[in-house]
Nanobody, 116 residues
Framework: QVQLVESGGGLVPPGGSLRLSCAVS????????VGWYRQAPGKERELVAV???????SYGDSVKERFTISADTGKNIVFLQMDRLKPEDTAVYYC??????????WGQGTLVTVSA
């Protein structure tokens, strides 16, 4: 059973930076994709960034040029570097993995609050 554990959330002022980590209990190489989603209060969960098994990366329109997804495949950790944060980035951020059979696995989430 693949498990995902996020860390790195917290309170950050507007314009600041934060890096989230997602520890994957299996090999990232075996996943179809790994990525980050977020859900703000009263809103639907939305894509933030995803890394495919071929190494390709995609980003949600609202975070392009500000957020960067990367992975340490040796340690099976997926990172989300978030720069120039805005109050509207406030949300619970979830790590996601697509298994070889396309089953989706989610982490428990980590809260990011952008506020002065």
């Amino acid at each position: 059973q693949v498990q995902l554990v996020e860390s790195g959330g917290g309170l950050v002022p507007p314009g600041g930076s934060l890096r989230l980590s997602c520890a994957v209990s299996g090999s990232i190489f075996s996943m179809k994709a790994v990525g980050w989603y977020r859900q703000a209060p009263g809103k639907e969960r939305e894509l933030v960034a995803v890394r495919s098994d071929a190494g390709g990366k995609s980003y949600g329109d609202s975070v392009k040029e500000r957020f960067t997804i990367s992975a340490d495949t040796g340690k099976n950790i997926v990172f989300l570097q978030m720069d120039r944060l805005k109050p509207e980035d406030t949300a619970v951020y979830y790590c996601n993995a697509r298994l070889p059979n396309w089953t989706s696995v989610w982490g428990q989430g980590t809260l990011v609050t952008v506020s002065a």
